[in-house]
């Protein structure tokens, strides 16, 4: 592997996921998520290079919609920024790179859009093609499903254990004062819920909801400077997968194999070295075909958080795991902090079932020297 | 079986139907509903004391909060403008008309408004206007409850004292 820069998350702040924000428009909502992660850094909008924002405008049911961030983010003096299509963890992957290129040593990367507003799983039916899947009224909820027993039917898996996987992360989230879903449920109470699409249940599914999101990156030199203990990027690597869901081998995610295996040994870490595994899987049978993806069994080390069951800020739920990650190894968890962790994977995905995928390797020690 | 259709299926029609409902947030609320008081709010920025009008909640300048809501006059200057000759992409407005650009008397940007009651030829930078608004009763709380601006009579404003907020 040759020798790259050393980047960290320095900074990181997150509005507590809400079902709906009656008070605040999106931009509105992550203004103060800005001004709060500059604050974690010490430092002011000016020592950031680099902007870089990932939303959909179909979620804000705006065009171009993700103008109006720009007045929120500090864009003046006129300012180098880009924004992503995308879930705002690729976009954070991009500052990476812009880091790599020399091109910046300091980033925003915000997330944001009211998931309440529109109508997500209606969204979603577009991302298909309008030809023969999208006109079928397929949703993100049913491709799910499909995968979901797919899995199921490879490896046996039962309703009781997607009930426990659901049920740990649910467990989890009550210690989480970001997450949306905060109350308790057992695998018991989940079994009970009704389906939604069979065999995925009510209980299993990830609540969509209003947050915004603000993550801070920095190279190494002045990443020390605004944080005590930055998390750095140790390895990172996206796949992506056909569109035509028929093509591919529903049951397993050759793509988040392979971006794990690549972002791993980028990091020179196995998967299971990992204290923290933060996933954005939206229903138990997506973490367990991302677990298998990795090498990896379910644990207390997987979502912490919560994870996206305990709140699914869509087009942000990404960037949260990374910067959970963060939170994890710079000792900001609180009340659902994982003791002394040190190597953290952070996932994040778009698509119908798992198309796409990106991992991120963190850890409390820089990679290159 | 080996041929395309005789009559190829040469379209896909698909009808999009994607409902939203938007909050306006609370500052935009609160600019909304004092329009229907013939009420025109701002907000200053806390650092550099700049208002913005209508009120934002941070300034796109120097990033920092505007949480001080002031009430501004509802006249100012006309800082720049353009008649139009085309028709109006959602409006019924008879062309040609003149869009301007007019910063209210203690406003640190100017707000979009439409120029009536004089001929587009009468209109000129630095003229000053006031707004005109529908009756009591008729005000609903959105942009339209400023029909349009139109001439004070006023002598016109020097340029320098709009220069910068155009």
């Known amino acids: 592997m040759a020798k790259l820069r050393n980047v ?14 009656e008070h605040r428009v999106a931009s509105e909502i992550l203004y103060p998520q800005v001004r709060r992660a500059l604050a974690d850094c010490g430092v002011e909008r000016d020592a950031i290079d680099y902007q870089v924002a990932g939303s959909a405008d179909y979620v804000d049911g705006r065009p171009f919609g993700f103008v109006a961030a720009l007045d929120v983010t500090g864009t003046w003096p006129p ?27 300091t980033a925003i990367v915000c997330g944001y859009g009211k998931n309440s507003e529109g109508e997500p799983e209606h969204v979603l039916n577009l991302e298909l093609d309008p030809y023969y899947q999208a006109p079928l009224g397929l949703g993100p909820t049913s491709t799910a499903a499909l995968q979901a027993s797919a899995f199921m039917a490879r490896t046996g898996t039962t309703d009781r254990t997607l009930a426990e996987v659901a049920a740990r992360n649910r467990t989890a989230g009550v210690r989480n004062p970001d997450a949306l879903v905060r109350a308790r449920a057992t695998a018991d109470d989940l ?82 070295e990992a204290d923290v595994v933060e996933l954005a899987a939206t229903n138990p049978a997506e973490e367990l075909i991302l677990l298998e993806a990795l090498g990896i069994g379910p644990s207390d080390a997987v979502n912490p958080s919560g994870g996206p069951l305990c709140g699914h800020p869509f087009m942000m739920t990404g960037l949260i795991r990374l910067g ?7 000792g900001r968890a609180g009340d659902h902090a994982v003791p002394r962790a040190r190597t953290a994977i952070a996932h994040a995905t778009l698509g119908h079932c798992l198309q796409q995928n990106l991992f991120f390797v963190l850890g409390t020690e820089r990679r290159w020297t | 079986m080996n041929e395309p259709p005789k009559e190829p299926v040469k379209y896909v029609e698909t009808t999009i139907h994607l409902p939203y409902h938007y909050v306006a947030g609370d500052v935009r609320a609160r600019y909304l509903h004092a329009l229907k008081e013939k009420k025109i709010l701002g907000a200053r920025c806390s650092k550099a004391g700049k208002i913005f009008v209508p009120p934002l909640v941070a300034s796109p300048e120097s990033f920092a909060p505007c949480e001080e809501f002031i009430e501004i006059a509802a006249c100012g200057v006309v800082t720049t403008y353009c008649v139009v000759n085309i028709p109006v992409i959602g409006r019924n407005i008879e062309i040609p008309y003149v869009a301007a650009s007019v910063a209210l008397d203690g406003a640190d940007i100017s707000i979009f408004a439409m120029i009536q009651e004089c001929k587009p030829e009468d209109v000129r930078m630095g003229m000053r206007v006031e707004a005109v608004w529908k009756p009591d009763g008729e005000r609903q709380g959105d942009h339209e409850d400023i029909q349009y601006f139109r001439p004070t009579g006023e002598p016109d404003a020097p340029r320098e004292s709009f220069l910068h907020r155009l």
């Open chain 1, 8 to 21: 960290a998350i320095v900074g990181f702040a997150q509005a507590p996921i809400v079902v709906r924000d």
């Open chain 1, 79 to 105: 300012r180098q920024d880009l924004h992503l299509e995308m879930d705002a963890a690729f976009a954070a992957h991009y500052a990476w790179i812009r880091m790599q290129a020399g091109d910046c040593d």
């Open chain 1, 191 to 272: 079994e009970r819920t009704p389906w939604a699409v069979a065999p995925l249940r009510k209980g299993y599914l990830a609540p969509t909801g209003d947050s915004a999101v603000c993550v801070v990156l920095a190279t190494e030199g002045k990443a020390e400077k605004m944080c005590e203990r930055p998390a750095w990027i140790r390895g990172v690597d996206q796949r992506i997968e056909r569109q035509t869901l028929g093509s591919r081998d529903l049951s397993a995610s050759a793509g988040a194999r392979l971006a794990a295996e690549k972002a791993l040994a980028m990091a020179g870490v196995g998967a299971r």
């Open chain 1, 324 to 330: 959970e990650a963060f939170r994890q190894l710079a």
